[in-house]
């Protein structure tokens, strides 16, 4: 009998405990894409401020935000909705369209979290969610490029 049978077949991978990315919920993809955007932005010395407002919006909507405004949220506290507003769809909206930006992405952004998902249970809830979101910072950033009637 050889050396090598007598050990069970136990892969690296599962000796660091990784869990298994396949498992993964919505919100823990978001947490790492949160922090890695962020990251890579300033990493790679992106300057464009859009680049900068998504990264940030993910930062704030999903790494930085607390198990108390998650749990506020999902109960519909108007203070709490608020709060996440300004921090989490406040300061995209600064970057890409001033002291106006911020005023209407922190209103849409409570306004769509308070949709809580659009009814959806499955995957299209959180994916029309931040799609709403990435798309109003999208809409505020060429808005500035508008002609205007003044």
């Not at 049978?5 to 993809?29: D, G, Y």
């Not at 970057?95 to 998902?117: M, T």
Request: aromatic share 14%; proline share 6%; net charge positive.
């Amino acid at each position: 009998m050889s050396v090598i049978t007598r050990f069970p077949k136990v892969s690296v991978v599962s000796w660091w405990r990784f869990p298994r990315l396949s498992h993964w919920h919505w919100w823990q993809w978001g947490k790492l894409v949160g922090a890695v955007l962020p990251l890579l932005c300033w990493l790679s010395g992106v300057r464009h401020p859009l680049a900068w407002a998504v990264a940030l919006h993910l930062f704030c909507d999903f790494t930085a935000q607390s198990n108390i405004t998650v749990i506020g949220k999902a109960r519909h506290e108007w203070r709490i909705l608020v709060y996440h507003g300004l921090i989490a769809g406040g300061w995209p909206g600064l970057l890409v369209g001033g002291l106006p930006g911020l005023l209407i992405s922190a209103c849409a952004h409570s306004l769509i979290d308070a949709a809580n998902k659009f009814g959806f249970d499955d995957w299209r809830g959180p994916v029309l969610d931040q799609l709403s979101h990435v798309l109003l910072i999208l809409l505020l950033h060429f808005s500035a490029y508008w002609p205007t009637p003044w």
